[in-house]
């Protein structure tokens, strides 16, 4: 059975991949399927972002990534995907996908959507927070691939802040 994992992966993060490994064990093959956000300004184009993920799914056999611009019900027929992989982190991502969920049944009553709950470790992750902490000059490198990473300090021009190690209270 063939899955598709839709989004903006704009970068992937490590919850991203952690959902993408985990749906690579579950289905003969994943195919994560970029999608330009009409509502949100990217930081990378969809070719870079493309890049990214192959670079951080080499150990990945049964995967592809793929870019689409249209309906992730249109690619899903086109790819034969019976379906449609998403993540949730918390209670208030489960509204907007839920939503998300029946109307793409709607659209096609063929489609499953499989939600993955994340790792705990990764509940907090998202790519606007990753973006917010280099912004700032803070570092990512715990919470997207490494080589992810490289492309967020060269497009924001800082380098990491070195986290100071927390000193201990005298008693
Ligand atoms: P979109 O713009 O479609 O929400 P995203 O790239 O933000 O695209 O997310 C794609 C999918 O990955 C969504 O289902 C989202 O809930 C899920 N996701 C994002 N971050 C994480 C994470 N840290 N852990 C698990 N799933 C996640």
Redesign the pocket.
Same mark, same amino acid.
């Given at each position: 059975m063939i899955a598709i994992?839709? =989004? !903006? &992966? #704009?970068p992937i $993060?490590r =919850?991203?991949l #952690?959902?993408i490994e985990r749906g690579c064990r579950l289905f003969e093959q994943v195919i994560v399927v970029v &999608?330009q956000?009409p509502n949100?300004m990217p930081l990378f184009p969809v070719t870079q972002r493309i890049d990214q993920i192959r670079r951080s799914t080499q150990h990945l056999a049964n995967l592809k990534v793929d870019s689409f611009d249209g309906l992730a019900v249109t690619y899903a027929r086109l790819h034969q995907a019976k379906v449609l992989l *998403?993540? /949730? *982190?918390v209670v208030s #991502?489960f509204e907007m996908?839920l939503q998300m969920a029946h109307t793409n049944k709607t659209l096609d009553h063929d489609l499953e959507t499989v939600f /993955?709950a $994340?790792s705990t470790e990764? !509940?907090f /992750? !998202? !790519?606007s927070v990753v973006k917010e902490i280099a912004r700032f000059g803070g570092p990512v490198d715990h919470l997207v691939p490494q080589a992810v990473a490289l492309d967020i300090y060269k497009c924001y021009a800082k380098t990491p802040i070195e986290s100071e190690p927390i000193a201990e209270e005298p008693r």
């Open positions: 994992y839709p =989004g !903006s &992966f #704009d $993060t =919850g991203h #952690d959902v &999608f956000n949100k *998403r993540g /949730l *982190r #991502d996908e /993955l $994340t990764h !509940s /992750l !998202s !790519s």
